[in-house]
């Protein structure tokens, strides 16, 4: 039998990291930390984020204390920020993908370990405000319960041990390199989906390494497949995003041959880094023009140092003119793809046209079609013109 996809390795259980891999942490890691240092008269300028990514609550506050020079003790260090964390836990999201990961499994009866460096009591406060997390899962292990933080294996071990699965059986999820070393120290199979922008080429020891959650194929590893993919598109929740159209770099319609309004991210990058890179597609409203079908990327920007992500709409209609300044509203609905790196221009270009043609189509179906009518995209209309 000639498979598409051949197997990697039949796993039978699944062990999950949780902050970071199935919760976006990192955002409020950085905004209690911005808020914290200023008492110190420190900026966090995010270089630390790096270092403590993965690390134990211990590990991660003595390089906090020592890269800024603070005046007092890890421990005193602890003893301050952990209130602030508390106050933050019922706000923080689940990252894209997760529930759907976790509804999956749990419907199909994989066992789903949770083993984190966190305290097993901060992990439980974490997951009660997630639905349906707690019941769907086999098993949680805390930093606390092993005597060694990740790298270490010791967190995964014991977890097989008290699922009674064999290490080889079990496929790990993590977004830290600690963690991964941890997964492949155990013995066990490692998909990396990193938390840290542009990151990807250090996770050379994991088995796979995704953009996100989004783009797991869990029949890879003996587990079964989602279900839920439509004419090459994923569903996702739709997500709103909107401003006046402004100059990009002008690559679009001159190397490409492709016309992107880009957006200004002014006042979204909270939003955007919620979203992983990659190629969406939804509905687009331009303030005295109408409503058109769109395909956008998400992305990495050299230009802005990879602190920036961009995103650039292609409206699928040809205009006779520029709306630079124009108010554009864009419905996000489905996904298509993750970002990749091409061989050539004309590569790109032909995928690019490809990822054209599926949104095209996708958007005819009742399910995305119906958000046309979205009230957030037809809110910038002077008056109605809808296009139809």
């Given at each position: 039998?000639?498979?598409?996809?051949?197997?990697?390795?039949?796993?039978?259980?699944?062990?999950?990291?949780?902050?970071?891999?199935?919760?976006?942490?990192?955002?409020?890691?950085?905004?209690?930390?911005?808020?914290?240092?200023?008492?110190?008269?420190?900026?966090?300028?995010?270089?630390?984020?790096?270092?403590?990514?993965?690390?134990?609550?211990?590990?991660?506050?003595?390089?906090?204390?020592?890269?800024?020079?603070?005046?007092?003790?890890?421990?005193?260090?602890?003893?301050?920020?952990?209130?602030?964390?508390?106050?933050?836990?019922?706000?923080?999201?689940?990252?894209?993908?997760?529930?759907?990961?976790?509804?999956?499994?749990?419907?199909?009866?994989?066992?789903?370990?949770?083993?984190?460096?966190?305290?097993?009591?901060?992990?439980?406060?974490?997951?009660?405000?997630?639905?349906?997390w707690n019941e769907s899962l086999s098993l949680i292990i805390g930093g606390d319960e092993v005597t060694a933080g990740k790298p270490s294996p010791e967190i995964f071990l014991e977890a097989a041990k008290r699922l009674n699965i064999d290490p080889s059986n079990c496929l790990v999820i993590e977004d830290s390199l600690p963690g991964v070393m941890a997964g492949k120290a155990a013995g066990m199979e490692v998909v990396a989906v990193p938390s840290l922008p542009k990151q990807s080429h250090l996770y050379t020891s994991a088995d796979e390494v995704i953009d996100s959650l989004l783009d797991l194929r869990p029949e890879k590893w003996g587990l079964p497949p989602f279900q839920d993919w439509i004419e090459g598109t994923l569903p996702i929740e739709p997500w709103h995003i909107g401003g006046p159209v402004i100059k990009g770099f002008g690559r679009g319609s001159k190397v490409l041959g492709i016309p992107t309004a880009n957006l200004s991210t002014e006042g979204y990058s909270a939003l955007l880094s919620e979203h992983p890179s990659g190629v969406y597609f939804g509905w687009a409203g331009l303030s005295t023009r109408g409503v058109y079908k769109m395909v956008m990327s998400i992305g990495w920007n050299p230009y802005f140092n990879n602190t920036e992500k961009t995103i650039e709409p292609w409206l699928l209609h040809e205009f006779d003119d520029d709306f630079y300044g124009e108010e554009l509203r864009l419905a996000i609905v489905g996904y298509i793809r993750?970002?990749?790196?091409?061989?050539?221009?004309?590569?790109?270009?032909?995928?690019?046209?490809?990822?054209?043609?599926?949104?095209?189509?996708?958007?005819?179906?009742?399910?995305?079609?119906?958000?046309?009518?979205?009230?957030?995209?037809?809110?910038?209309?002077?008056?109605?013109?809808?296009?139809?």
């Open positions: 039998m000639l498979m598409a996809n051949p197997l990697k390795k039949l796993v039978s259980c699944v062990i999950l990291d949780l902050d970071g891999t199935l919760l976006n942490t990192d955002g409020i890691v950085s905004d209690i930390l911005k808020v914290y240092l200023v008492k110190y008269g420190k900026q966090w300028d995010g270089r630390g984020a790096q270092r403590i990514v993965g690390k134990t609550p211990s590990e991660a506050a003595a390089v906090i204390v020592e890269d800024y020079e603070l005046p007092l003790s890890k421990e005193e260090f602890i003893s301050e920020v952990t209130p602030m964390f508390s106050d933050q836990w019922c706000n923080i999201k689940a990252l894209p993908g997760a529930n759907r990961l976790i509804k999956h499994l749990r419907g199909h009866g994989v066992p789903m370990a949770l083993a984190s460096n966190s305290p097993r009591a901060n992990v439980e406060t974490k997951i009660s405000y997630q639905s349906g993750p970002e990749e790196n091409f061989p050539s221009l004309e590569s790109l270009v032909a995928k690019i046209h490809e990822d054209r043609k599926v949104a095209e189509s996708a958007l005819e179906l009742p399910l995305y079609s119906k958000y046309r009518d979205d009230p957030y995209v037809k809110s910038s209309f002077h008056g109605d013109h809808s296009h139809l």
